[in-house]
């Protein structure tokens, strides 16, 4: 059973740092790629970052380029993305989620597999 789990979300103060992590199990993680992705209250899921299959392309949402990275551990099944300079506009909850086939960037609808989220809150 394809399982992805979030962990690592938490409150920071702006200007802070935080690293999600996202564990994938039940299947061959480098067949997919895996985003990351979130939600604010009364907006839309947005992509923030993703990763190839391969881990050879990578993606970024404009609003968090030079600030997040994203990094694939094939050995442990995890997906990380590191979140610096954290701003209040960061907060949401952040999801894993898996997509097989061609890397189509953050796409939301092209990703299948989703985790149950984790909370950032971005305040002072």
């Known amino acids: 059973q394809l399982q992805l789990v979030e962990s690592g979300g938490g409150l920071v103060q702006p200007g802070g740092s935080l690293r999600l992590s996202c564990v994938a199990s039940?299947?061959?993680?480098?067949?997919?790629?895996i985003g990351w992705f979130r939600q604010a209250p009364g907006k839309e899921r947005e992509g923030v970052s993703c990763v190839a299959g391969s881990g050879g392309h990578t993606h970024y949402a404009d609003s968090v380029k030079g600030r997040f990275t994203i990094s694939r551990d094939y050995a442990k099944n995890t997906v990380s993305l590191q979140m610096d300079s954290l701003k209040p506009e960061d907060a949401g909850v952040y999801y894993c989620a898996a997509s097989k086939g061609t890397f189509r960037l953050c796409l939301v609808l092209t990703y299948d597999y989703w985790g149950q989220g984790t909370q950032v809150t971005v305040s002072s």
């Open positions: 039940g299947f061959k993680s480098d067949d997919y790629s």
